[in-house]
């Protein structure tokens, strides 16, 4: 048997539905696969749908994740239900991530109420 995958230090999620989120079930098989520990989470509404962020205990920070490990996180978000489009922009810098600098790995990932906010 492998060894199992290191966490991120969170997922970020996007639903474009007026309905809550049900991400629960799906977390919770991910985190009994992966052996990820979920430190908690939050969700937020917004003018368009919902924020999901989850956080995990001992993840690894943006910045230094490898492009094998932020496609892993590509994975996860589109997994508990991310916007596809989201995620396929994603998938996008994941295949240039070995000529990124740090400063932008660690906003690769972003919302877009973080994204409108400059951050």
């Known amino acids: 048997m492998t060894a199992r995958p290191r966490p991120p230090r969170r997922l970020?999620?996007?639903?474009?539905?007026?309905?809550?989120?049900?991400?629960?079930?799906r977390l919770q098989i991910m985190q009994e696969l992966l052996g990820w520990r979920v430190h908690g989470y939050t969700v937020r509404r917004t003018a368009h749908g919902w924020h999901l962020e989850v956080f995990f205990r001992?993840?690894?920070?943006a910045a230094l994740l490898t492009d094998v490990e932020f496609t892993?996180?590509?994975?996860?978000?589109?997994?508990l239900g991310s916007d596809p489009m989201r995620e396929l922009h994603n998938l996008q810098r994941a295949t240039a991530w070995n000529e990124l600098n740090d400063y932008w790995r660690?906003?690769?990932n972003v919302l877009y109420i973080e994204h409108h906010r400059g951050l």
């Open 12 to 25: 970020k999620v996007d639903y474009d539905t007026r309905r809550a989120p049900r991400f629960e079930l």
């Open 58 to 61: 001992g993840g690894i920070p």
């Open 72 to 79: 892993r996180v590509i994975a996860a978000q589109a997994i």
């Open 106 to 108: 660690a906003r690769a």
